[in-house]
């Protein structure tokens, strides 16, 4: 893992000092509520329907026991000891204090975190692939890329008040966990035929109201010229984007606007008087980032554990956890295990700070210490030894921890919704609940198989509903919570957005409509044949015939 | 209006002159794009020091060729939340080399300022003198930077790559 050094630290220390200062500066009736927003806004502190929200950086979604053990702390002394792991790989606190803001930051700085740039017009929070440095798959640690990109992006002086929020998504895998073709700018490291790395970089993908597919902008930028080149996409963009409306203002926009081949003359244009000068790293930078992401001291292992397989032969709980929750690692003897925070009828992402503290308790045992947060609201122990996984199942499953439905019905995606957000129109947190309990049974949700389900309590798309493969959107009808029914999205490598299927249904016969869906598909489907797969092959009619057949 | 060059409140020399006002007989003014195009022959004839002040959205194109004229560029903020005077300010000084005045007017608050420093505004024009006077010391809140930009300071990345180095061995951190 990336560890501070005294420029990190200072950096961070005197952020916290400053904050203080403006919340002091607050409290003492100095600044309106109107002139902090902003300033809060820049430390990721949100004012929602009922109570401050503060929302913690997780760069990458990469974070040790020790953190993890903060963000308990935290959770326990200034909240009301749970959080909520977002689809940004962040942390957030729903009823933190303002008084107590400048403490909780100062605690934070601790452990080397800060939520910077959680929020507000600027370069967000930098993701990448949860499986970073351990997926069997990958070309290159997209790690080492996000934190140079964190690092450049972080207090950027040209590009703190932009059009717009600005997504930066990372993936060095051809599988794209990161969902780079939905992002501002999503990079896909690649390798040339030389051995050489470099990016394809895709601009102006994105969700909310207006959901795109990112373009291809470059190919395979050369891996020296990355910092230049997104300086020149975010100074065309800054320059360029729209701010009149603030609907029209996301540079997906833009891109569509100009065309993509306009757009890319533009930024080549910028790019071409900026490639050499000192905006990229200086030679050794990148080394001395990439050092910190050498891999943990692995033991030389056999390919496949005797022992692990016997546990599942012998364990049929076991064995079902291992089949959805574990993940092939490049290491041979490692796998890498997923935790669900989607319980049945739990609300997804959210974890209490005992959960916490166990999951950092188990990551040390056996994981390096190494901790992620994937963009679909789970936890990941990247590194663990197959011969530990009995122990690691058991260990998750005495703090409800070992729900094996990754992938799954239930492992829903939800914005926070009407429950806590003043944007939304409807919820969506109950409505997982209700959706995880009808789908309860494990062996019913196994025979579906892989199926996501999005949900977005308003148009912003918080909940990616746009690439579920069912996503479900909130609208309000006369006062009434009514949800919109899309198929076929979906996020990976092969990015599509789902297509509305018929008219909005009431809540309360989402469940219904969702298990109709389901039961319409496995007549459908030919041997083994996923949701996602079979819509591609029948198209959307099969289900609406069926759908609103009844209505 | 108050005004913050090196970091002091200093007396402003310059005048800023709207469209439909007359010029001063003399002085140094600060006139608007649209007044610079209208009468470039009268404003050049006349024996007295120039500013010209850009809104957000006059890009630097538009007065690149007559740079050398100018002893001010006045960029607009009209809200502190429209970030495109920062990169009108970069492409300035880094690609068109203008080393006069380059002045940050409209709402300006102290929390931009640091900003506004790097990326190669030297003078902040403030509502009052009490806000002049508090955004002094917000120019030195934040030391480190990750980034090159139009000012002189190093970046983390160069002071982390250099063998002499001040910073890591405490001297300035």
Not at chain 1, 255 to 280: K, P
């Amino acid at each position: 893992m990336y560890l501070y050094d005294a420029i990190d630290q200072s950096l961070v220390d005197q952020r916290v000092e400053q904050f203080h200062d403006q919340v002091r500066r607050r409290m003492a009736g100095e600044l309106t509520e109107e002139q902090f927003k902003p300033l809060r806004l820049m430390n990721g502190l949100y004012l929602q329907l009922h109570a401050y929200m503060l929302r913690v950086a997780i760069p990458y979604g990469t974070m040790s026991s020790h953190q993890m053990r903060k963000l308990a702390h935290i959770a326990r002394r200034y909240d009301k000891g749970y959080g909520h792991f977002t689809t940004r790989q962040n942390l957030q606190f729903n009823w933190p204090k303002l008084e107590e803001m400048p403490d909780i930051l100062a605690e934070l700085a601790e452990v080397q975190m800060h939520a910077l740039q959680t929020s507000g017009n600027c370069i967000r929070n930098v993701t990448a692939d949860q499986y970073a440095g351990a997926a069997a798959d990958e070309v290159a640690d997209p790690r080492i890329t996000a934190e140079v990109v964190r690092q450049w992006s972080t207090l950027h002086p040209e590009f703190s008040f932009l059009p717009r929020k600005f997504k930066i998504a990372v993936t060095g895998s051809p599988r794209d966990r990161a969902a780079a073709r939905v992002h501002d700018i999503g990079l896909i490291i690649k390798s040339d035929e030389a051995g050489a790395m470099g990016y394809q970089v895709i601009v102006g993908g994105g969700l909310g109201r207006t959901p795109m597919i990112g373009v291809t902008v470059h190919d395979f930028l050369p891996k020296r010229h990355l910092l230049s080149y997104i300086e020149a996409i975010l100074r065309v963009y800054n320059q360029a984007g729209r701010r009149d409306n603030m609907y029209k203002a996301r540079i997906k926009i833009l891109v569509h606007a100009l065309g993509a081949e306009e757009f890319i003359r533009r930024v080549n244009a910028e790019w071409e008087a900026i490639r050499d000068s000192a905006v990229d790293l200086p030679a050794g930078e990148h080394d001395r980032i990439a050092a910190f992401f050498a891999p943990p001291r692995f033991e030389p292992l056999a390919k496949h554990d005797a022992l692990f397989a016997r546990y599942r032969l012998e364990d049929r709980e076991f064995a079902q956890w291992a089949r959805t929750n574990v993940a092939p690692h490049k290491q041979p003897g490692y796998d890498i295990a997923n935790i669900s925070l989607k319980p049945e009828g739990g609300i997804p992402g959210d974890a209490t700070a005992e959960q916490m503290n166990a999951v950092a308790a188990i990551a040390e045992r056996f994981s390096f210490s190494e901790i992620r947060v994937t963009h679909e609201q789970n936890l990941v122990l990247p590194h663990v030894r197959q011969a530990d996984l009995y122990d690691v199942w058991q260990t998750l499953r005495s703090h409800d921890l070992a729900t094996p439905n990754l992938g799954l019905i239930s492992d829903i995606i939800a914005c926070p919704g009407m429950d806590y957000c003043s944007l939304a129109n409807a919820r969506s947190i109950p409505l997982a609940q209700d959706i995880s309990k009808r789908f309860a049974d494990l062996k019913q949700q196994h025979d579906i198989g892989e199926l996501k389900v999005k949900i977005s309590g308003c148009i912003n798309a918080c909940g990616h509903h746009h690439v579920g493969h069912i996503g479900l959107l909130g609208v309000d009808r006369k006062g009434e919570e009514y949800y919109q029914i899309t198929l076929g999205g979906s996020a990976d490598e092969n990015t599509s957005l789902g297509e509305i299927i018929g008219p909005a249904v009431s809540y309360d016969n989402v469940v219904d409509a969702i298990e109709t869906i389901t039961t319409t598909y496995v007549g459908l489907r030919t041997d083994g044949e996923s949701f996602l797969d079979t819509y591609r092959r029948v198209g959307k009619e099969p289900f609406k015939e069926t759908l609103y057949a009844a209505h | 209006m108050p005004l913050i060059k090196s970091k002091q409140v200093v007396i402003d020399t310059w005048q800023h002159v709207d469209d439909e006002m007359a010029l001063p007989a003399d002085g140094g003014v600060i006139i608007s794009l649209a007044r610079w195009q209208a009468e470039q022959t009268v404003l050049v004839g006349r024996n007295a020091p120039l500013g010209i002040r850009l809104k957000s959205d006059e890009g630097v194109d538009t007065i690149i060729n007559d740079l050398p004229r100018f002893g001010v560029v006045a960029l607009e903020f009209p809200t502190f939340k429209d970030g495109r005077p920062y990169s009108t300010a970069r492409l300035l000084r880094q690609r068109h080399h203008y080393t006069e005045e380059l002045r940050a007017v409209g709402d300006i608050l102290r929390d931009q300022v640091q900003f506004m420093r790097r990326c190669g505004f030297d003078a902040f024009e403030f509502a009052d003198k009490t806000a002049a006077e508090k955004a002094i010391a917000a120019f030195d809140e934040i030391e480190a930077v990750y980034q090159t930009a139009a000012d002189r300071r190093r970046s983390a990345a160069m002071i982390r790559n250099d063998t002499t180095n001040a910073f890591l061995n405490g001297t300035c951190g």
